[in-house]
C-alpha cells in the first residue's frame, strides 16, 4: 500500500440490483486487504439479502436509521453512529 489521498470528486455512485445506491471509495489494487463504499439507502426502502463471498463488511451509520437483519440473529434497529459488522463467509 502506498500513501495517497482520495478525493470524493474522483467516484459515481451506482443503483445495486440490492436496492440501494453506493459510491466505491476505495476498492482497488492500491490496498487489497480493505474495501470502503457509500452505501444509501432511499426512505421506506427494504434492501434484498444479499452475500460476498470471503468478505468481511463493515457499516457505519452516518445518517438516519434503519433495521438490520443478519443471518438469524433478530432484527436490530439502528442508526447515527452505530456500525454493523458481518463476518466473512467462505463458499465450500
Known sequence: ?????RKIAEYHEFETNERCFVTEVAN?????QVSIARARVKRNTTTA???LDGITERYIITS???RVEI??????DVCEGDVVRI???VNV
Open 1 to 5: 500500500m502506498q500513501p495517497e489521498i
Open 28 to 32: 482497488d489494487t492500491g490496498d487489497e
Open 49 to 51: 439479502w444479499h452475500r
Open 64 to 66: 438516519g436509521k434503519g
Open 71 to 76: 443471518g438469524d440473529l433478530e432484527p436490530v
Open 87 to 89: 463476518l466473512v463467509y
